[in-house]
């Protein structure tokens, strides 16, 4: 079992930034891949970027390449996501995501998600 714990949404106007935090805990041995997904109302959950961690890679949507960054810090088993130069269209539940890999299968755990709001 995994947990993750996200912080740092909130509502910011268009040009600023924000940055979310998530703090995993458990068993994070299987756990292949860390990142951060968003829905927007009526909307699908989609990828906004995660870190994969063999062969280590960071994967970005083309929607937020040059104004997010993604990082971790394994010490803290912590993953952040630095969003600058936001848009209205940034508008979304972020949500932290854990996808496990097995021999028994795969398997995707989720944070609650965080509210980030930018205004025009």
């Known amino acids: 079992q995994v947990q993750l714990v996200e912080s740092g949404g909130g509502a910011v106007q268009a040009g600023g930034s924000l940055r979310l935090s998530c703090a995993a805990s458990g068993s994070m041995l299987s756990i292949n891949a860390l990142g951060w997904y968003r829905q927007a109302p009526g909307k699908q959950r989609e990828l906004v970027a995660n870190?994969?961690?063999?062969?280590?890679?960071?994967n970005y949507a083309n929607s937020v390449k040059g104004r997010f960054t993604i990082s971790r810090d394994n010490a803290k088993n912590t993953v952040y996501l630095q969003m600058n130069s936001l848009k209205p269209e940034d508008t979304a539940v972020y949500y932290c995501n854990a996808h496990q890999s097995t021999w028994g299968g795969e398997y995707d755990y989720w944070g609650q998600g965080t509210q980030v709001t930018v205004s025009s």
């Open positions: 870190i994969i961690t063999a062969p280590r890679s960071t």
